[in-house]
Nanobody, 117 residues
């Protein structure tokens, strides 16, 4: 059974930092394209950052230079370091694992990030 469990969300002031973690079991994350998505109230879920098995990264323009995606293969855990947080970063953040050519995709349950003064 594949499980993705996010943690690290919370309430932070503008300009602050948070690190999200996604602990994964049932698959080896280094063999998957891993991603962080977010969904704000009333908006569609959007890709924030992605990390390929070849260590290629992709970021939404709104987070470039502020967020960093990484993984620890030994811990089978994905991270998202978020710095210089803005009000508009407020959303539920979801961890995702996919191997599109095999039709495999898995989601975590989400963790709330609230940026507020």
């Amino acid at each position: 059974q594949v499980q993705l469990v996010e943690s690290g969300g919370g309430l932070v002031q503008p300009g602050g930092s948070l690190r999200l973690s996604c602990a994964v079991s049932g698959i080896i994350i280094s063999r998957y394209t891993m991603g962080w998505y977010r969904q704000a109230p009333g908006k569609q879920r959007e890709l924030v950052a992605a990390l390929s098995p070849a260590d290629n990264t992709n970021y939404d323009d709104s987070v470039k230079g502020r967020f960093t995606i990484s993984r620890d293969n030994a811990k089978n855990t994905l991270y998202l370091q978020m710095n210089s947080l803005k009000l508009e970063d407020t959303a539920v953040y979801y961890c995702n694992a996919q191997r599109s050519f095999e039709g495999k995709m898995y989601w975590g349950q989400g963790t709330q990030v609230t940026v507020s003064s």
